[in-house]
Nanobody, 124 residues
């Protein structure tokens, strides 16, 4: 069974930065793409960023492009989301997820393992 545990969320002022981490269990971490998603109150869960199994390919939602960076360390079974220039509209619960495939994709339906999330709150 795969377990994903997010950490690094918190309260930050607009313009600030946070780095989210996701620790994954299991010996097949390096075989799968990983993604970050978020869900704000009253809204549907949305794609933020994804990375391929090898880490050589990434993609981002337009709303975070140029501000957020996804990375992974396959030796540590971890994926990260560096968030800079945070805005109040980035406030949400952020979830780490494992893709069913080696690619990192934007569709929620392509992910079959999810963490419990970490809260990010950006004050204005």
């Amino acid at each position: 069974q795969v377990q994903l545990v997010e950490s690094g969320g918190g309260l930050v002022q607009a313009g600030g930065s946070l780095r989210l981490s996701c620790a994954a269990s299991g010996r097949t971490f390096a075989s799968y793409g990983m993604g970050w998603f978020r869900q704000a109150p009253g809204k549907e869960r949305e794609f933020v960023a994804a990375i391929s199994a090898s880490g050589t390919s990434t993609n981002y939602a337009d709303s975070v492009k140029g501000r957020f960076t996804i990375s992974r360390d396959n030796a540590e079974n971890a994926v990260y989301l560096q968030m800079n220039s945070l805005k109040p509209e980035d406030t949400a619960v952020y979830y780490c997820a494992r893709s069913m495939y080696s690619v990192g994709v934007s569709s929620l339906s392509m992910y079959n393992y999810w963490g419990r999330g970490t809260q990010v709150t950006v004050s204005s």
